[in-house]
């Protein structure tokens, strides 16, 4: 049976991977053994997706990133450039932790900005933007917008990722989508 994905040459792929309709793997990436990656994904170049991990449909993986064991992303993921999700929270190269790794959970439509590093066992809510360089230290809610090192939230993001600006009864409207947003105790839902 002819594979219905597109694997460059230079890319490794381990036994025991699914690997979706339509993926893309480019040049010097590793996929290593029982990864499941979805529909339609895009795996730039020198990515390494560690044993286990689980992309969902359409995500993008940018150049030198780095998923470690215990990361799942949903649907619609943006993976930015050189960014990295760590698995343990105190590494040691002279103890082994493995039974240890962490589980962090990507929502659906999320971004993560270049650079930026996700300590394990802080889940990104669906829709959340994370910033370029921003140090997640702790779980980050749907649409929420967070930068820095640590980051801190700045304030909410639309599904479009624009900039969300609240009126006084607590709505927003995306100035591209034109879809509404209510901001109530400390969580945005879509209306």
Known sequence: ????????????????????????????????PNCKLGENCNIGQNVVVSP????????????NVSLYTGVI?????F???????????????AIN?????AKTHVGKGASIGANATIVC?????????????AVVTK?????????????????????????LEFDKEGIAICHESKAKYKLENGAVTKL
């Open 1 to 32: 049976m002819e594979k219905e994905f597109y694997a460059h040459p230079t890319a490794f792929i381990d036994e025991g991977c699914i690997i979706g309709k339509g993926t893309k793997i480019w040049h010097f990436s590793h996929i290593m």
């Open 52 to 63: 286990g991990v689980v992309l969902g449909s359409n995500v993008k993986v940018q150049n």
């Open 73 to 77: 992303c949903d649907d619609d993921v």
């Open 79 to 93: 993976l930015g450039p050189a960014m990295v999700f760590t698995n343990v929270i105190n590494p040691r190269s």
């Open 97 to 101: 932790r493995k039974s240890e790794y």
């Open 121 to 133: 066992g802080h889940d990104i809510g669906a829709y959340a933007f994370i910033g370029a360089g």
């Open 139 to 163: 779980t980050v809610p749907p649409f929420a917008l967070v930068v820095g090192n640590p980051a801190r939230q700045l304030g909410w993001m639309s599904e479009f990722g624009h900039r």
